[in-house]
């Protein structure tokens, strides 16, 4: 899952980030107004972390670009703002959820997954498609009840056609997905293949097959039929 994270105190971004990071989401991170807004116009993301305060401007009109643009991200609101007006504000907004500062790095964890199972698989703890049961919080697959390794990688490309049933997803944005906004700059995108390459034949090997179908020239979807 990729994260944009919103934080302009430095030392706190970089644990978040960790945090973050250490629980195998891609993060990437925004320390003002104006980059967030950059990042927000030309990628998408699972959740947005948002602190409210910012050097150049006010979160809450991050919140208002998102809705207006029809964004799917999840939004979890960063504040050190101990007035209730500003936290209603933002969830009138559209926000998920909001967490005041200073925060356990736990119960951010547990907030930002609780905003992704929500918005992407209807609140289930547990995904089970045809004969697959992905449980996110242990970052476990199993196939016929039995556990099935995969890399970090391949249970991420997993989980975001999951995440996607039917809808067909451009090699682009699984690259930027897997990779985060870094990946504008690669010379080829070719390791996709080999992530996809990998993740089928670990399932055909358990009697699991034809789960992901290539659209040739378009891109790749989790195959309902």
């Known amino acids: 899952m990729k994260l944009l994270l919103v934080e302009d105190e430095a030392e706190l971004r970089q644990t978040v980030l960790e945090t973050?990071?250490?629980?195998?989401?891609?993060?990437?991170?925004?320390?003002?107004?104006?980059?967030?807004?950059?990042?927000?116009?030309?990628?998408?993301?699972?959740?947005?972390?948002?602190?409210?305060t910012?050097?150049?401007?006010?979160?809450?009109?991050?919140?208002?670009?998102?809705?207006?643009?029809?964004s799917s991200a999840g939004v979890l609101i960063l504040t050190a703002r101990d007035g209730v007006e500003d936290?209603?504000?933002?969830?009138?907004?559209?926000?998920?959820?909001?967490?005041?500062?200073?925060?356990?790095?736990?119960e951010l964890n547990a907030r930002v997954l609780a905003i992704i199972?929500?918005?992407?698989?209807?609140?289930?703890?547990?995904?089970t498609f045809r004969d697959?049961?992905?449980?996110?919080?242990?970052?476990?697959?199993?196939?016929?009840?039995?556990?099935?390794?995969?890399?970090?990688?391949?249970?991420?490309?997993?989980?975001?056609?999951?995440?996607?049933?039917?809808?067909?997803?451009?090699k682009e944005a699984i690259a930027e997905h897997l990779?985060?906004?870094?990946?504008?700059?690669?010379?080829?995108l070719d390791f996709i293949y080999t992530y996809l390459k990998n993740l089928r034949k670990k399932l055909q090997e358990r009697g699991v097959d034809n789960y992901i179908r290539t659209l040739y020239g378009v891109g790749y979807k989790l195959n309902l039929e």
């Open 132 to 170: 697959l049961v992905v449980r996110p919080e242990q970052a476990e697959v199993l196939v016929h009840g039995e556990p099935l390794a995969l890399t970090r990688k391949e249970y991420d490309l997993l989980l975001y056609l999951l995440a996607n049933p039917g809808r067909v997803l451009t």
């Open 179 to 188: 990779c985060g906004d870094q990946v504008d700059a690669a010379d080829s």
């Open 87 to 106: 936290r209603v504000k933002g969830l009138n907004l559209g926000a998920d959820d909001y967490l005041v500062k200073p925060f356990h790095l736990s």
């Open 20 to 52: 973050l990071r250490q629980h195998g989401y891609v993060v990437e991170t925004a320390a003002t107004f104006a980059q967030a807004h950059e990042k927000l116009t030309l990628y998408s993301y699972d959740c947005v972390l948002v602190d409210l």
């Open 117 to 127: 199972r929500r918005r992407q698989f209807q609140g289930q703890t547990q995904i």
């Open 54 to 70: 910012l050097p150049d401007g006010d979160g809450l009109d991050l919140i208002r670009l998102l809705k207006t643009e029809n």
